[in-house]
């Protein structure tokens, strides 16, 4: 399978397809068919089959559809969910500690070794067992243990520079909390969760609710 072949958008719905996939293996079941996933997401059965075909080292059979087990499998390694990912994370507040205290990350292939935060009176600290280091060590621990993930925590006025020093640490890959949105060199990625920007759409869906227009 090439992976270069897989769509951002097909990227997205694989974890939707992974997770139901899981919970009919564990009912024991053994095939899944295009047509069957595409009435539970309410996707069409073209789309869930090109997205299927995409990753699968086996292709699936008509009217039978893909084995479940091999292509849990391959899922899995698309997304990298099988790889061990070392992330850090700056920002040890209140979200960065739910971050670091949450227990389900590794089943998705990262794992949070260690924080860094301004503020003197987090340096030092653990949070589930994880290191909290000042700002000025991030540099040198980030080189010495190869990461390539950072994970931005932090309110909005410190984000940018908080980015930027991720990018002199080495860092590949961003996820970004903070409402704002950074600017990297090229072959950077940042993935961004913008509660905001979320709310703002459910607001948008409530309002077409209660005038009759959505």
């Given at each position: 399978?090439?992976?270069?072949?897989?769509?951002?958008?097909?990227?997205?719905?694989?974890?939707?397809?992974?997770?139901?996939?899981?919970?009919?293996?564990?009912?024991?079941?053994?095939e899944?068919?295009?047509?069957?996933?595409?009435?539970?997401?309410?996707f069409?059965e073209?789309?869930?089959?090109?997205?299927?075909?995409?990753?699968?080292?086996?292709?699936?059979?008509?009217?039978?559809?893909?084995?479940?087990?091999?292509?849990?499998?391959?899922?899995?390694?698309?997304?990298?969910?099988?790889?061990?990912?070392?992330?850090?994370?700056?920002?040890?507040?209140?979200?960065?500690h739910?971050?670091?205290?949450?227990?389900?990350?590794s089943?998705?292939?990262?794992?949070?070794?260690?924080?860094?935060?301004?503020?003197?009176?987090?340096?030092?600290?653990?949070?589930?067992?994880?290191?909290?280091?000042?700002?000025?060590?991030?540099?040198?621990f980030?080189?010495?243990?190869?990461?390539?993930?950072?994970?931005?925590?932090?309110?909005?006025?410190?984000?940018?520079?908080?980015?930027?020093?991720?990018?002199l640490?080495?860092?590949?890959?961003?996820?970004?909390?903070?409402?704002?949105?950074?600017?990297v060199?090229?072959?950077?990625?940042?993935?961004?969760?913008?509660?905001?920007?979320?709310?703002?759409?459910?607001?948008?869906?409530?309002?077409?609710?209660?005038?009759?227009?959505?």
């Open positions: 399978m090439d992976e270069s072949v897989v769509s951002k958008q097909a990227m997205q719905r694989m974890p939707y397809y992974l997770q139901k996939l899981k919970e009919m293996h564990a009912e024991g079941k053994t899944i068919s295009a047509r069957l996933f595409a009435e539970m997401f309410g069409t073209i789309q869930v089959r090109k997205d299927l075909a995409s990753v699968s080292s086996v292709h699936g059979k008509p009217k039978v559809g893909f084995k479940i087990s091999p292509l849990i499998v391959d899922i899995e390694n698309v997304l990298g969910f099988k790889h061990e990912n070392k992330a850090v994370i700056v920002g040890a507040g209140s979200l960065g739910a971050l670091m205290s949450h227990k389900g990350f089943e998705y292939g990262i794992e949070i070794v260690a924080a860094f935060d301004a503020d003197e009176d987090k340096k030092g600290i653990e949070i589930s067992g994880k290191p909290v280091y000042g700002m000025e060590q991030m540099q040198k980030c080189n010495e243990n190869r990461i390539e993930i950072g994970i931005v925590a932090v309110p909005q006025i410190a984000a940018q520079r908080v980015c930027d020093s991720l990018v640490s080495g860092i590949k890959a961003i996820w970004n909390f903070a409402p704002l949105h950074l600017t060199p090229r072959g950077i990625l940042v993935q961004n969760e913008n509660m905001a920007a979320s709310l703002a759409m459910l607001f948008k869906h409530l309002r077409g609710v209660s005038d009759g227009t959505d």
